[in-house]
């Protein structure tokens, strides 16, 4: 082999690892070499001699992570001595506490859903916005289409609420009736209020912190 030859296939190799290493940090589940290879545009045995090297290579290094081939697929993986480091982590952040207002902003999209921000915002009486951003990016709320007469998006719970609660369906929920007074009439109330009530700046009006 010429050192032009070895120059041009040292510059591939190098091209190779960064893609392979793309592809596996996205990857939710093994891949295998053939896989692999289609993605990166190689031949499968080179392929695999790189996913080789690089496992070498961050063991050597002695990484965080490792790269482990597993009946047949390569994939990422935390190395195992700093599995209690990640658990202290991912424990935590499960444990993270909802605040009063996202609790009860929960509450009303679990027993009215589908529904609005602006009817949750009726039921509560106060601008739930943030509150509710909260809960999409806790993936306890996702979107539910729209409202057919007024084009607003709608709400509901999700698979992980139920999951996190430990009830199957939405079923399951307590009955609320015998602790709150009707939902509709308590709504009628608080716009008969909103009536005589003085007009406000809209930026005065009052919002939960999420």
Same mark, same amino acid.
Do not use: C, K
């Given at each position: 082999?010429?050192?032009?030859?070895?120059?041009? !296939?040292?510059?591939? *190799?190098?091209?190779?690892?960064? +893609? #392979? $290493?793309?592809?596996?940090? %996205? &990857?939710? =589940?093994?891949?295998?070499?053939?896989?692999?290879?289609?993605?990166?545009?190689?031949?499968?045995?080179?392929?695999?001699?790189?996913?080789?090297?690089?496992?070498?290579?961050?063991?050597?290094?002695?990484?965080?992570?490792?790269?482990?081939?597993?009946?047949?697929?390569?994939?990422?993986?935390?190395?195992?001595?700093?599995?209690?480091?990640?658990?202290?982590?991912?424990? !935590?952040?499960?444990? *993270?506490?909802?605040?009063?207002? +996202? #609790? $009860?902003?929960?509450?009303? %999209? &679990?027993? =009215?859903?589908?529904?609005?921000?602006?009817?949750?915002?009726?039921?509560?009486?106060?601008?739930?916005?943030?509150?509710?951003?909260?809960?999409?990016?806790?993936?306890?709320?996702?979107?539910?289409?729209?409202?057919?007469?007024?084009?607003?998006?709608?709400?509901?719970?999700?698979?992980?609420?139920?999951?996190?609660?430990?009830?199957?369906?939405?079923?399951?929920?307590?009955?609320?009736?015998?602790?709150?007074?009707?939902?509709?009439?308590? $709504?009628?109330?608080?716009?008969? &209020?909103? =009536?005589?009530?003085?007009?406000?700046?809209?930026?005065?009006?009052?919002?939960?912190?999420?």
């Amino acid at each position: 082999m010429t050192e032009q030859d070895q120059g041009a !296939e040292t510059a591939e *190799a190098v091209e190779l690892h960064p +893609a #392979l $290493e793309a592809v596996l940090m %996205v &990857a939710d =589940q093994p891949l295998d070499a053939l896989t692999l290879a289609t993605a990166v545009g190689h031949p499968p045995a080179v392929v695999d001699e790189a996913l080789a090297a690089l496992a070498a290579e961050y063991d050597a290094q002695g990484r965080g992570f490792e790269l482990r081939n597993v009946a047949g697929g390569w994939r990422y993986y935390t190395r195992e001595e700093y599995a209690g480091v990640v658990e202290g982590f991912v424990l !935590e952040g499960q444990q *993270a506490r909802l605040t009063q207002a +996202a #609790l $009860e902003t929960l509450a009303v %999209v &679990a027993y =009215q859903q589908p529904v609005s921000r602006a009817r949750v915002s009726a039921v509560r009486g106060v601008n739930v916005d943030g509150v509710m951003r909260t809960l999409l990016n806790r993936g306890l709320v996702e979107e539910a289409g729209q409202d057919g007469e007024h084009g607003a998006t709608l709400y509901r719970t999700t698979s992980y609420f139920l999951e996190r609660i430990g009830i199957v369906s939405l079923d399951e929920l307590p009955d609320l009736a015998p602790h709150l007074p009707d939902l509709e009439e308590m $709504e009628s109330e608080m716009s008969s &209020a909103a =009536q005589l009530a003085p007009a406000t700046d809209p930026g005065e009006a009052r919002t939960d912190e999420a």
